[in-house]
């Protein structure tokens, strides 16, 4: 979250990464001590942490696009990673709010909804390696 303060401190207070930090910690206990226990996956605290870094990868895409500092895409590690982010995020929101009562159900399209996870992943460690490749060409 804390690769995100150059947005912060476009959009917001240096603070807010900090508040959301200790906001979604809050959330996340006492999510699993009264709503959802150990017993059940935490859909709600892996929902609300994909809605967030999807919103973070939005502000960034405005940042970006409404700056005129004019960049390639292939020099550009944030770019990378914030499509991964996004693409990820966006993918499995879905899947994680509902994942419980497909559980349940004991569905047969459990696996093929975790196969999508899984893509989605691979896809995502395939930005950060990209990111992280242009990132060391840099320096």
Do not use: C
């Not at 995502?124 to 990111?131: E, H, Q, R």
């Amino acid at each position: 979250m804390l690769i995100y303060r150059p947005v912060f401190n476009y959009y917001f207070s240096s603070y807010v990464p900090y508040l959301l930090i200790l906001g979604y910690t809050a959330f996340a206990v006492s999510n699993m001590l009264f709503f959802q226990p150990l017993s059940t996956f935490n859909s709600n605290s892996i929902g609300l942490s994909l809605s967030v870094f999807m919103a973070l990868s939005l502000l960034f895409f405005h940042k970006d696009l409404t700056s005129s500092v004019n960049l390639t895409v292939k020099n550009r590690p944030m770019l990378w990673l914030n499509t991964g982010i996004f693409l990820y995020s966006s993918g499995t929101l879905l899947l994680f709010l509902f994942i419980n009562p497909m559980i349940e159900s004991g569905s047969g399209i459990l696996p093929l909804v975790w196969s999508l996870n899984v893509f989605l992943n691979v896809l995502l460690n395939g930005f950060y390696a990209m990111a992280l490749w242009i990132k060391a060409k840099e320096e």
